[in-house]
């Protein structure tokens, strides 16, 4: 079975910290997402990487930065965390086949800022 | 901004019931997934329909693509409490990497 884990369940973190999520898959796919999740506003997409040291900006890069330096993990960093970053942070991985791929979430973090 | 808007947003019904959600959109898509997603997991997929026209089923759920390919519909037959959970719609377009995803249909089904 694919999987996706990510760092933490939940996380607390305060104005102003720099915070990191950590997303890594076991499936050796070469695409991985970042979304966030927003109760009405459905998933949005962060950031995604189709290869190491790759990647593009979604529809809400603001106030985000990513790394992918092996394969298997993909980070999504908050520069300075804000108050309207408290959400769910979800991540998503996938092979690219022309028009049908599966996207593999991991099970989400609770992010709050304080 | 490409926008897939869900109708309806919220759904209660009893056991046994059937209904159907919806899933629009003014783009045109290469190919549209159902996903479900539970309380405290991610979305786990359902289904991919890319062919105008084309019905697949799982089960109670019928999923059904537009012949236009803007829009799709999920219905459920004789709904149970394991239904129960966040329906997500997500749609490609060719040449892109990128799913856009729909705003939801969060689902209740009372025993």
């Known amino acids: 079975d694919v999987k996706v884990t990510q760092s933490s369940r939940y996380l607390v973190k305060r104005t102003g910290e720099k915070v990191f999520l950590e997303c890594v898959q076991d499936?050796?796919?070469?695409?991985m997402f970042w979304y966030r999740q927003d109760p009405g506003l459905g998933l949005r997409l962060i950031y995604f990487?189709?290869?190491?040291?790759?990647?593009e900006k979604g529809d809400i890069p603001e106030g985000y930065s990513v790394s992918r330096e092996k394969k298997e993990r993909f980070s999504l960093i908050l520069e300075s965390a804000s108050t309207n970053q408290t959400s769910m942070y979800l991540c998503?991985?996938?092979?690219?086949?022309?028009?049908?791929?599966?996207?593999?979430f991991g099970p989400g973090t609770r992010l709050t800022v304080t | 901004t490409q926008l897939l808007e869900q109708s309806p947003q919220f759904l209660s019904i009893q056991e046994g019931e059937n209904l159907t959600v919806y899933c629009n959109s003014s783009?045109?898509?290469?190919?549209l997934q159902w996903y479900r997603q539970e309380p405290g997991e991610g979305p786990v997929l359902l289904v991919t329909?890319?062919?105008?026209?084309e019905v697949k089923k799982l089960k109670r759920l019928t999923f059904q693509f537009g012949d236009a390919r803007k829009d799709s519909s999920l219905h459920i037959t004789a709904a149970q409490p394991g239904d129960t959970g966040l329906y997500l719609c997500?749609?490609?377009?060719?040449?892109?990497?990128?799913?856009?995803f729909g705003t939801g249909t969060r689902l209740k089904v009372l025993a």
């Open positions: 329909v890319v062919t105008g026209g």
């Open positions: 997500a749609g490609i377009t060719s040449g892109t990497y990128k799913y856009i």
């Open positions: 990487s189709y290869d190491v040291k790759m990647k």
């Open positions: 998503a991985s996938s092979l690219w086949r022309s028009h049908d791929y599966e996207q593999y």
């Open positions: 499936m050796d796919h070469e695409n």
């Open positions: 783009s045109v898509f290469s190919s």
